[in-house]
C-alpha cells in the first residue's frame, strides 16, 4: 500500500480516539440547543472511467448542523489518486466531481454535495427531505417499487427528494400525499400518491381502514444517464430528444383481521401510459403470527405496458424500457400476470428477510419473469453492525435462467459498524446494463469512514 494511503488510515484511527472522548464530553449538553458537527470522510471507491476501473482515495470535510426539526449535512469530499511523479506518490485529484462545462450543469455537479437536508419529522403533518432514495415505493407497488437513486454512485450521485403531506395538517385528515423526485437537480423520475381513507368517521366497520389512491409517474430524461456515462451503448440514443415517459393509475387496499393471528390485506391496482397501454392486477397480502409475510397476485398486462416500471434497477434499463413504453421493441404482448412475495420479519423487524418473483402467466414471448430477493439486520446477533443487501434478476425468459445470476442482474450490500461518532463501512455494488460492447457487468467496492466532532450552542 502507498505510503499515502496509509497516513489516510493512520489520521482514521486517531481521529476515531479523539471523536469519541468528544462525544463523550458532549452528552452531557442541552438536548433542545442547537447542534453542530464536523464530519470528517475517509475511504477509498472504485470507479468505472471511460476506460479503466480505477481506485480513489477520498477525504473529505462535511458539516451538520440540527435545531429543533431542521437537520442540514453537506459534503466537501474530494478524490484523489497517488499514481503520478517520479515515485508515484503526487496526488492527482478527480476535478470531475467540481467541474462543469456549462452552467445548465451547475446544478448537476453541486446539488449533490448536500447529503441530507430534512424538515420536519416522518410522524409529522408535512416532512421534506434531501438525500439519497433507497427501496422508494408508492401504494401496492404497481408503478413505482423499491426505487433507488444511488446506482451510479460515485461517479455520478445524484440528490432525491421525498414529501409527504399529511391531511391533519390542513384539518382534512382522510387523505394524505407522498412524492418522490429521483433528482432533484432535474425533476427526471418524479412520482406522487394522494390516497384516501374515506370512512375514517366509522366506530366499528371493516370499512374503515379501506384506502384508495391514485398515482402518477414521470421521466421527463429518460437518456439522463446515458448522456452522461460514456460505458452505454450508443445505438439506444436516438437523434432528437426522447419525449416523456408518462403513467398514471389508481388502487385500492383493505385490511381484514380474519384470526387473532391473521391480518390479510386485499389490494387492487389498474394503470395507463400515456400511449394508452394499460393493465392491471389484483391480489391479497398475508400477515400471519406478526412476523410470516406472504403475497399472491393475479392481472392482465397489455402489449407494451411494463408493470413496476419504476423498479429497483430502473436507472440501469431507462432506455430499454422505454423502447418497449415507445413500442419501438414489442417485447410484451398482452398476457396474464402473477406476482409471489415471501417474507419473514424477526426481532421487531430487526431481522427482515424477503423474496418475490414476478412475471407473465403465459408463454414467455409474452413477457419476462423478474426475481428480488433482500435480508438485513441492525445489531441482531453483532452489537453496533448493519448489513443490508439487495438481489434483483430481470429478462428471465425461464427459470432455468436463474442459473445465470450475472447477467441482467443488480447486487448492492452494505456492511456497516457503528461506535459513537466513528462508522466504518464496506460497500459493493454489481451492476448490468447496456453497454458499448454489449451488456456489461461491473463491480465496484468501496471502504468509508466516518468521524464526527460534535459541539452545541445556541439559546437553549
Known amino acids: 500500500m502507498k505510503k499515502a494511503t496509509l497516513l489516510f488510515f493512520a489520521a482514521l484511527l486517531a481521529g476515531a480516539g479523539s471523536s469519541s472522548a468528544a462525544d463523550t464530553r458532549e452528552r452531557g449538553a442541552g438536548a433542545d440547543a442547537a447542534a453542530f458537527a464536523l464530519d470528517l470522510e475517509f475511504g477509498v471507491r472504485e470507479f468505472f472511467e471511460p476506460d479503466e476501473k480505477a ?73 421534506l427531505s434531501f438525500g439519497d432514495i433507497e427501496g422508494a415505493t408508492l401504494g401496492n407497488g404497481f408503478i413505482m417499487s423499491s426505487y433507488t437513486n444511488t446506482l451510479f454512485e460515485p461517479e455520478n450521485p445524484v440528490l432525491g427528494m421525498y414529501f409527504t403531506l399529511d391531511g391533519k395538517a390542513v384539518e382534512l385528515p382522510f387523505f394524505r400525499i407522498e412524492s418522490y423526485a429521483a433528482n432533484a437537480a432535474r425533476f427526471d423520475v418524479f412520482a406522487m400518491r394522494i390516497h384516501f381513507t374515506p370512512f375514517t368517521f366509522l366506530k366499528e366497520n371493516f370499512l374503515k381502514k379501506l384506502t384508495l389512491g391514485t398515482c402518477a409517474a414521470v421521466d421527463r430524461e429518460p437518456a439522463y444517464y446515458a448522456l452522461r456515462y460514456d460505458e452505454f451503448d450508443s445505438a439506444l440514443l436516438p437523434n432528437t430528444a426522447l419525449a416523456a415517459a408518462h403513467i398514471y393509475g389508481v388502487d385500492f387496499s383493505l385490511p381484514l383481521n380474519v384470526l387473532p393471528f391473521w391480518l390479510l390485506t386485499l389490494h387492487g391496482d389498474w394503470a395507463t401510459t400515456r400511449r394508452k397501454n394499460s393493465g392491471g392486477m389484483g391480489g391479497v397480502d398475508n400477515r400471519f403470527f406478526g412476523f410470516l409475510d406472504v403475497g399472491l397476485e393475479l392481472g392482465i398486462l397489455g402489449e407494451n405496458f411494463m408493470a413496476r416500471y419504476f423498479g429497483a434497477s430502473y436507472d440501469l434499463y431507462r432506455l430499454e424500457q422505454y423502447a418497449v413504453y415507445n413500442a419501438q421493441t414489442v417485447l410484451k404482448e398482452k398476457t396474464g400476470a402473477y406476482g409471489f412475495s415471501l417474507g419473514i420479519s424477526l426481532f421487531e423487524e430487526k431481522l427482515s428477510l424477503w423474496a418475490s418473483s414476478r412475471g407473465p402467466t403465459g408463454s414467455p414471448e409474452g413477457g419476462s419473469r423478474e426475481w428480488q430477493a433482500g435480508l438485513s439486520f441492525k445489531e441482531v446477533f453483532i452489537p453496533r453492525f448493519f448489513f443490508d443487501i439487495l438481489y434483483e434478476k430481470k429478462n428471465m425468459k425461464t427459470l432455468n435462467n436463474f442459473t445465470n445470476w450475472k447477467n441482467d442482474s443488480l447486487l448492492k450490500a452494505r456492511l456497516t459498524y457503528r461506535a459513537n461518532s466513528a462508522s466504518l463501512a464496506l460497500v459493493y455494488t454489481a451492476r448490468h ?28
Do not use: C
Not at 426539526?69 to 515515485?87: E, K
Not at 468509508?448 to 450552542?457: D, P, V
Open 55 to 127: 481506485a480513489w482515495q477520498r477525504v473529505g470535510l462535511g458539516h451538520e448542523f440540527e435545531m429543533g426539526s431542521f437537520f442540514l449535512a453537506f459534503d466537501a469530499g474530494l478524490n484523489v489518486r497517488f499514481d503520478g511523479g517520479p515515485r508515484e506518490d503526487r496526488a492527482k485529484i478527480r476535478t470531475k466531481d467540481w467541474y462543469f462545462k456549462n452552467p445548465g450543469e451547475f446544478r448537476d455537479v453541486y446539488f449533490p454535495k448536500v447529503r441530507s437536508l430534512r424538515l420536519g419529522g416522518e410522524d409529522t403533518p408535512v416532512f
Open 433 to 460: 446494463f447496456p453497454s458499448r460492447s454489449g451488456h456489461s457487468r461491473q463491480t465496484l467496492l468501496g471502504i468509508e469512514s466516518r468521524i464526527k466532532l460534535k459541539a452545541r450552542g445556541g439559546a437553549q
